[in-house]
């Protein structure tokens, strides 16, 4: 479970985040919601350690985690798949997927099956670079890779932007099958309202780099909710 309390954002001398409270539970999809420019990115950034917060405090299933680095979040299990996919178009699909592996102790350096089971694709295209991907190929990639990490929490930012639909319903069930596994707390930063509705536990909005609303579906109705994200 990971919570964050007070977590303000600077870029230069602009406030971006104004002191967010938030929760994510294990084993649930945590949605961020509001329209674009309220600090949705941001706040991933943060909480991945992308971009260093201002102040504030996190802490991962009880653990304070202090003002670590992205990389060092990464080893105490916080997995990011950021807006844009960043994956590395010169090295292949498998090359991709074992740069996770600094995350890993080295008996635990191989691709899992299940990574193919849940993204055949990534198993006909191991040795094709990753530039070479349509969009979304590259997301599937980028989820995979995220997942090699084994997070306790997993940060998703607009995973349907740019994707044809099939993809869309696809990533929906891996997101579904890694929040009923039980194993890992998800939070889902989406602009595709019926999407991120669909697969939410709890919600936040977001406006101005303030939470505005929060809850879970059995606080919000859907139309309470679509009023407040369209606003």
């Given at each position: 479970m990971l919570n964050v309390n007070g977590l303000t954002l600077h870029y230069g001398q602009s406030q971006i985040l104004n002191g967010i409270d938030l929760e994510a539970h294990t084993g649930q999809v945590t949605c961020i919601m509001g329209t674009?420019?309220?600090?949705?990115?941001?706040?991933?950034?943060?909480?991945?350690?992308?971009?260093?917060?201002?102040?504030?405090?996190?802490?991962?299933?009880?653990?304070d985690l202090g003002r670590l680095p992205a990389h060092q979040l990464a080893h105490k299990g916080i997995g990011y798949v950021p807006q844009g996919r960043m994956i590395f178009p010169?090295?292949?699909?498998?090359?991709n997927m074992q740069t996770a592996f600094a995350c890993l102790p080295k008996s635990e350096h191989f691709i899992p099956d299940e990574i193919y089971e849940l993204f055949p694709i990534l198993k006909d295209f191991l040795h094709r670079r990753g530039g070479d991907l349509s969009g979304g190929q590259q997301q599937q990639l980028a989820i995979a890779r995220a997942m090699l990490t084994k997070p306790k929490l997993l940060l998703l930012d607009e995973p349907t932007e740019g994707i044809q639909p099939n993809i869309i319903q696809q990533i929906g069930r891996v997101i579904e099958y890694l929040r009923d596994k039980g194993?890992?707390?998800?939070?889902?930063?989406?602009?595709?309202?019926?999407?991120?509705?669909?697969?939410?536990?709890?919600?936040?909005v977001m406006r101005r780099g303030s939470v505005t609303?929060?809850?879970?579906?059995s606080d919000l109705t859907k139309e309470e909710l679509m009023a407040e994200v369209s606003v």
């Open positions: 674009n420019g309220v600090g949705k990115t941001s706040l991933l950034k943060a909480i991945s350690g992308t971009h260093p917060r201002s102040g504030g405090a996190m802490s991962l299933d009880g653990e010169l090295l292949t699909v498998e090359e194993d890992m707390a998800i939070i889902l930063v989406e602009q595709y309202f019926e999407f991120a509705y669909g697969l939410a536990d709890r919600f936040y609303a929060s809850g879970t579906k």
